[in-house]
C-alpha cells in the first residue's frame, strides 16, 4: 500500500513509522505522575527538593537539547540523531525500571530528558520532511492527534500497573524502542525532495520576524491551556466534585486537543483566514465557563472547549514553522518554536501564582479567570490580524 505524500508516494510501514515518533513524545514524565503521590512511602528517605528534582530536571534539560538538536539537524544527518535520541530515552527508560534509589532515578529520568530533547524536533520535522501542501497540514493533524492519544493512553497504563509494583510504571519508558526499530525502514525510503512550486523554496533563510511571532503566539496560547492541567484538580475539590472526575477531566482535555487533528483540513476550510481568531474564541469561552460554573457537566464541556481550540491551532503553527524557512532548515525553526511549548509547562504554574498575588485573589477559579481574559485578548488580536501570516490563514490553506 502506497501513501500519497504531496511530492510522491511512500509505504504504509514508513508512514507508521513517522508515526510512532510522534507517539513517543508525549512520554516524558507519564511515567512518574501515578506514583508521585507515593514518593515519599517508596523511598522514605528522600527529600522533597528531591522528588520536585525527579520532575522538573528532565522538563527543563528537554528545552535546551530541543534547540541542540534542531541546530545539529542542518549539518548532521537526521535520522542519526533521531536514532542516538531514541537509543538514549529507551536505555534511561530501562534505568528507571530497574533503579533502586531516588539518586538513580533522578539520573536516568533527566539523561532520558535529554533523549526526549533530542527527538522531539524530528518527529515532527519527519511529517514536514516527507510530506508537503494540504497533505502535509493533514498529517501535522494525525500526528498532535496521535501524540495526545498516547498521551491518555499511556497515563491509564502506568496509572494501573503501578498499582501492581511502582517500577512497572517504568515500562511505558520502553515504547522508543519499538520506534527504534521501525525507523530502519526510514534509511531504506528517504523523503522526495521539496517541490520548487512550494512555499519553503521561496525562502532562503529562516523568516526571523515570522518565527519570533509564531514561536510567543504558541507559548501564550499553550500557557493558557495548561491552566487545565495545573488547576482543575483543585477546581474540583473546592466543589467537592470526584477527584476521579477531575482525572477523566483531564484525560478529556488531551482526547479534545487530538479530536481536530482528524479533520483539521475540514475545519479549515469552514473557518479559513478566521481559524486562530475562532479557536482562541472556543478557549476563552471554555475557560470562562471553568471560572462562573459550578455544574460538572458544565465544567467537564469547558475542558474539552479548552482542548479543542488549542487542538486546531498546534498543528498549524508547526505547518507555519516549517514555511518560512528552506527545507535544509525546517526542522530548526520548529525546534525553535517547540521548545515554546515546553517553556510553557515549565512558567505556567510560576504566572499564574504571581498574576493571583498581583490581583490579590487566590480563589480556585482565579487561574480560569485570567486566562479566560487573556484568551479573549488573543481573540481580539487574530481576528484583527486575520491577513497577518502568523495569526490568521492565507487561501493557499483553504482553495483547494
Known amino acids: 500500500m502506497k501513501i500519497n505524500t504531496g511530492k510522491g508516494q511512500i509505504s504504509l510501514i514508513t508512514l ?14 507519564l511515567a512518574v505522575s501515578p506514583i508521585l503521590g507515593d ?59 530497574l533503579a533502586k534509589n531516588m539518586t538513580a532515578l533522578i539520573i536516568a529520568s533527566s539523561i532520558l530528558g535529554i533523549g526526549a530533547g533530542m527527538i522531539i524536533p ?33 497515563t491509564a497504563l502506568t496509572g494501573y500497573v503501578a498499582d501492581i509494583n511502582w517500577h512497572l510504571s517504568f515500562l511505558v ?20 525532495a521539496e517541490p520548487e512550486h512550494s512555499d519553503q523554496y521561496k525562502q532562503t533563510t529562516i523568516n526571523r520576524r515570522h518565527l519570533t511571532v509564531l514561536t510567543i503566539f504558541y ?20 466543589y467537592k466534585i470526584s477527584q476521579h472526575l477531575a482525572g477523566i477531566s ?19 476550510s469552514v473557518t479559513r483566514s478566521y481559524t486562530n481568531a475562532l479557536s482562541a474564541l472556543i478557549i476563552a469561552i471554555g475557560l470562562l465557563i471553568l471560572s462562573l460554573c459550578k455544574s460538572p457537566t458544565l ?19 508547526y505547518d ?43 480563589t480556585e477559579q482565579f487561574g480560569f479567570l485570567f486566562n479566560g481574559v487573556l484568551a479573549a485578548i488573543v481573540t481580539l488580536i487574530a481576528f484583527m490580524g486575520k491577513k497577518d501570516f502568523a495569526l490568521g490563514l492565507d487561501s493557499s490553506y483553504y482553495s483547494k
Open 299 to 317: 465544567l467537564i464541556f469547558g475542558v474539552i472547549l479548552v482542548g479543542f481550540g488549542y487542538g486546531i491551532m498546534q498543528p498549524l503553527i
Open 39 to 97: 514518593m515519599n512511602n517508596i523511598f522514605p528517605k528522600a527529600s522533597d527538593l528531591e522528588i520536585q528534582m525527579l520532575t522538573s530536571l528532565p522538563s527543563l534539560l528537554i528545552i535546551p537539547f530541543v534547540l541542540l538538536a534542531g541546530h545539529l539537524s542542518t549539518g548532521r544527518n537526521k535520522l542519526t540523531i533521531l536514532f542516538e535520541g531514541l537509543i538514549i530515552f529507551t536505555l534511561c527508560g530501562v534505568a528507571c525500571l
Open 173 to 192: 519508558y520502553l515504547l522508543p524502542g519499538i520506534s527504534l526499530l521501525l525507523c530502519l525502514v526510514l534509511r531504506r525510503e528517504s523523503p522526495a
Open 320 to 362: 507555519k514553522a516549517a514555511i518560512i524557512a528552506p527545507p535544509q532548515l525546517a526542522t530548526k525553526a520548529l525546534s525553535i518554536v517547540m521548545a515554546a511549548n515546553y517553556t510553557a509547562i515549565i512558567l505556567c504554574p510560576f504566572i499564574i501564582n504571581a498574576a493571583r498575588k498581583l490581583f490579590a485573589n487566590q
Open 122 to 154: 524530528l518527529s515532527t520535522g519527519l511529517v514536514v520532511d516527507y510530506f508537503t501542501g494540504n497533505i502535509r497540514v493533514q498529517q501535522l493533524g494525525y500526528s498532535s492527534a496521535i501524540n495526545n492519544l498516547t498521551l491518555v493512553a499511556a
Open 219 to 238: 507559548f501564550i496560547i499553550t500557557y493558557i491551556s495548561l491552566v487545565i492541567t495545573f488547576d482543575i484538580a483543585f477546581l474540583f475539590e473546592k
Open 250 to 268: 483531564i484525560s478529556l482535555f488531551f482526547l479534545a486537543i487530538m479530536l481536530p487533528g482528524l479533520f483539521l483540513n475540514r475545519i479549515i
Open 16 to 29: 507508521i513509522a513517522i508515526w510512532s515518533v510522534s507517539a513517543v513524545t508525549s512520554l516524558p514524565g
